[in-house]
């Protein structure tokens, strides 16, 4: 117990702490790389691409898409690379205050971390020509929290971006856990038996990255439904989930029950790597609902050689762990088994 309470003290000595140095983007805000999210994004919003659109909106010109905020900042892959190097080769600087938060973190035994939460606010649109610099402050560190993943502590850094005359234009809360892996809700795996006579407790899959936009999906798969978010405002349809509506920027939506028909509009064959969770070689299909989405998902019934686009497929479900159901197609000529 006072162990718990002389860690709690040593992060809590970090709030308020700058994170490390500030980042200055490689490049300002600019046209090309605009062009480029918002085709990779599917977002066609005119005042993003087109100045005289933009100006009737009532903007000065183009501006870059809100939430693009961290792409002007991101270091890239070669100084990613480098960096790693370097601390690899022990010549990395010295440790920022996030660096010491994680490192106190890993030795109490929190080794496993993932993002929980990202709030952005924007205080004004960007616009080509912006050059923005972001600095992180250490905003909180929770107690020890008992989550369904593992027990762990929530580590909450406060970004602010500001422009190249130093005004404030956004700011973004991002949280993350990190925790001890092997401590969440899954069941303690079965005491082990001699080799030869049981083989080991199979794996679970792994678990969804649940957030408040795509709960219901898997909420639905529990019931044995597909579930389709549906624009309440102009009805129009979209998976994977997110919160806003990209014809017509509602951020109301309900969801549709999908008939679970559709047809093989792509598929992988996954050899490697191999998850102790999956049969290999496992098809992956990009199902093409009649409702007009499409979804990833597996494909009982088929094999590599007989999978094929075109396939009419039919939705089953299978019942994974007592936490995890999911969809899963099969052909539609074949006798449902679920
Ligand atoms: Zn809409």
Redesign the pocket.
């Known amino acids: 117990m006072s162990e718990v309470r002389s860690l709690d003290a040593e992060l809590q000595a970090f709030v308020g702490q700058s994170s490390g140095p500030a980042t200055k983007g490689r490049h300002p805000v600019n046209e090309p790389m605009i062009t480029h999210w918002v085709e990779a994004m599917g977002d066609h919003n005119p005042v993003y691409v087109d100045d005289e659109a933009a100006k009737a909106a009532g903007f000065p010109g183009i501006i870059a898409p809100p939430t693009m905020l961290q792409a002007w900042i991101m270091r890239g892959l070669r100084a990613s690379l480098q960096a790693d190097a370097a601390r690899e080769a022990g010549t990395a600087p010295a440790d920022s205050a996030s660096d010491q938060v994680m490192q106190l973190l890993d030795e109490a035994g929190f080794t496993s971390v993932v993002a929980t939460n990202c709030d952005q606010h924007y205080e004004r649109p960007l616009v080509p020509g912006d050059h923005l610099e972001v600095s992180s402050v250490i905003d909180a560190i929770s107690g020890e929290k008992r989550t369904g993943l593992g027990i762990g502590h929530f580590v909450t850094n406060r970004l602010e971006y500001r422009d190249q005359s130093g005004e404030l234009v956004a700011t973004m809360r991002f949280r993350i856990l990190k925790f001890k892996p092997g401590t969440g809700a899954a069941k303690p795996a079965a005491p082990a038996a001699p080799a030869d006579e049981a083989p080991a407790p199979r794996p679970l899959r792994p678990r969804p990255a649940l957030t408040e936009d795509n709960s219901f999906f898997f909420e639905g798969a529990k019931q044995h439904k597909l579930l389709i978010q549906r624009?309440v405002?102009?009805?129009?349809l979209r998976h994977p989930p997110r919160p806003s509506?990209a014809?017509?920027?509602?951020f109301d939506w309900d969801t549709l029950e999908a008939s679970g028909k559709g047809t093989i509009y792509s598929f992988v064959v996954n050899h490697y790597p191999q998850v102790p969770a999956f049969d290999y070689p496992l098809v992956v299909a990009l199902v093409e609902l009649e409702e007009g989405t499409r979804l990833i998902a597996n494909v009982s019934g088929i094999t590599p050689e007989t999978a094929a686009i075109g396939t009419a497929v039919e939705v089953g479900f299978e019942d994974f762990d007592d936490e995890l159901s999911l969809p899963v197609f099969h052909p539609a000529d074949e006798t449902r088994t679920n």
């Open positions: 624009c405002a102009c009805g129009t509506c014809v017509c920027r509602s």
